[in-house]
């Protein structure tokens, strides 16, 4: 079965602008959570949907912001892009998020 | 401060060898998930564990969860390059709405 699609794997951005990142979960996984993933904070929650609804969100700044839609389908948009948002953001699905994650490959982000 | 503590951080060995990773927080997990991560890709679920006590293994990976549910193990044997990787513990934990957090992880390096 085909596995969690992230679009785009790559991208570059300059300051000030936005961005949106599209998360696709495996069939029938309700839960999807994105992380941001750093090398100095390794993986750090960002938020987690169910069901349309936001369940959890972790410590960042409003300019970090996502939705669910009725296919489960997610996304996530950052704007006024700062330097430090420079990381790979990982979404990944699950039927119930205690019994473990499947990740996508996630996007890279460079901001310039 | 991380929640959840994971030593050692840098591991390279010999192929053949024994290793063992940790996994610690003071707080209660409500379940706690290996991962491993290759460069490029998202972390892979390896295990999940919820029961105290709990061991399971999988081929030469042994995963012990600690009594009180609040530490966990990941145990090697005869380690091969392929096993070449990072290595992340993630708890869900009640106190924080059931989120999934990460440890810092290991990057584990076997030499042949």
């Known amino acids: 079965k085909a596995g969690v699609t992230q679009t785009p794997r790559y991208l570059i951005k300059t300051r000030g602008q936005q961005v949106t990142l599209s998360c696709s979960p495996i069939?029938?996984?309700?839960?999807v959570s994105w992380y941001q993933q750093t090398p100095g904070q390794g993986l750090q929650f960002l938020f987690e949907?169910?069901?349309?609804?936001?369940?959890n969100k972790g410590n960042f700044p409003g300019r970090f912001s996502g939705r669910q839609f009725s296919n489960s389908r997610s996304e996530m948009n950052v704007s006024t892009l700062e330097l430090g948002d420079s990381a790979l953001y990982l979404c990944a699905s699950s039927l119930d998020s205690l019994y473990g994650y499947t990740f996508g490959s996630g996007t890279r982000l460079t901001v310039v | 401060t991380q929640l959840l503590e994971q030593s050692p951080q840098f591991l390279s060995i010999q192929e053949g060898e024994n290793l063992t990773v940790y996994c610690n927080s003071s707080?209660?997990?409500?379940?706690l998930q290996w991962y491993r991560q290759e460069p490029g890709e998202g972390p892979v679920l390896l295990v999940t564990?919820?029961?105290?006590?709990e061991v399971k293994k999988l081929k030469r990976l042994t995963f012990q969860f600690g009594d009180a549910r609040k530490d966990s193990s990941l145990h090697i044997t005869a380690a091969q390059p392929g096993d070449t990787g990072l290595y992340l513990c993630?708890?869900?934990?009640?106190?924080?709405?059931?989120?999934?957090?990460f440890g810092a992880g290991t990057i584990l390096r076997v030499k042949s």
């Open positions: 069939s029938g996984h309700r839960s």
């Open positions: 707080s209660v997990f409500s379940s």
């Open positions: 993630a708890g869900a934990m009640v106190e924080y709405g059931n989120k999934l957090v």
């Open positions: 949907y169910f069901s349309e609804t936001q369940r």
């Open positions: 564990v919820v029961t105290g006590g």
